[in-house]
């Protein structure tokens, strides 16, 4: 995992995950994604997801390789 300028509380990001420049509060982030400037709290992140810039992703599951658009807001739900 690479995690650089990031603010992390009580997250786990998995090996081949990178984090840049993004808050992650009780946050998963499966193997091979990728967290731009972005902010997930209460969020699962699967693997080979693309999490865009400005987004805010909270109380949320998202499944393996979604894509999410720079600056998306979503609270509560499921992508599967």
């Known amino acids: 995992a690479t995690v650089a300028g990031s603010e992390i509380d009580h997250a786990v990001i998995l090996m081949g995950a990178s984090v840049d420049g993004s808050v992650l509060d009780h946050a998963l982030v499966m193997k091979n994604s990728t967290v731009v400037g972005s902010t997930l709290r ?37 992508i599967v």
């Open 42 to 78: 209460n969020t699962i992140v699967g693997e080979g997801c693309t999490i865009g810039e400005g987004s805010v992703i909270t109380n949320a599951v998202l499944a393996d390789n979604t894509i999410v658009e720079p600056g998306t807001v979503m609270d509560g739900g499921r």
